[in-house]
């Protein structure tokens, strides 16, 4: 089956190749052969995602511009709305964002910074709204960067010893605390 659409013209180093990333964990641009990434956001994301995300942004956008002067509901329907239209919609930013996390980590720490700069100055300009929305981005960016750390084996190797030494310790204390490792 012959992929005609526009992935199909991508090549296999800016596709992820084989492993399904855009670079190794810890590698930069060069290695075995890799091309540099191209550095625009629209290369990474794909127009597709770059339209989903600007919609929905003006979406939430407008919501968060008039939602006062929308008619008030019962609690079970305000529950209802944040539960399935509101809190998914926020959170469908950071989805569509996803393919980011693909940029070097610096890259990724320098962005979660100025998202939190400019909360910041959200912040004291009185523009809770959009400084809430910086503060997602900053959280997503310095998960992001916080996830590189876990893709190399040594991390998940020292946080697998780690765990049964504090397991151990939680629940042979004499007062047990509330916990995952206690056991019940």
Do not use: Q
């Not at 600007?54 to 939430?60: D, K, M, N, S, Y």
């Not at 008030?72 to 329907?77: A, E």
């Not at 944040?82 to 693909?102: C, D, K, M, Q, T």
């Not at 997503?140 to 040594?154: D, G, I, P, V």
């Amino acid at each position: 089956m012959s992929n005609t659409g526009p992935e199909g013209s991508v090549p296999p180093a800016a596709s992820g190749g084989a492993g399904g990333r855009l670079r190794r964990p810890g590698g930069g641009a060069g290695e075995e052969g890799e091309g540099p990434l191209v550095g625009r956001v629209a290369a990474l994301l794909g127009a597709p995602r770059v339209i989903a995300f600007g919609l929905l942004a003006v979406a939430l956008g407008l919501y968060y511009g008039f939602h006062t002067s929308l008619p008030n509901t019962s609690t079970w329907g305000d529950v209802a709305f944040l539960s399935f239209l509101l809190i998914p919609a926020v959170l469908a930013l950071v989805y569509l964002g996803l393919p980011l996390r693909a940029a070097r980590e610096r890259e990724l720490i320098a962005v979660a910074i100025a998202f939190a700069v400019l909360a910041v100055i959200l912040h004291e300009a009185g523009l809770n709204a959009l400084s809430d929305f910086a503060k997602l981005g900053a959280m997503a960016f310095a998960a992001f960067w916080f996830l590189n750390f876990f893709e190399a084996l040594s991390w998940v190797v020292l946080v697998a010893c780690i765990v049964p030494w504090c397991c151990s310790s939680a629940s042979s204390s004499p007062r047990p605390r509330d916990s995952v490792c206690a056991s019940s």
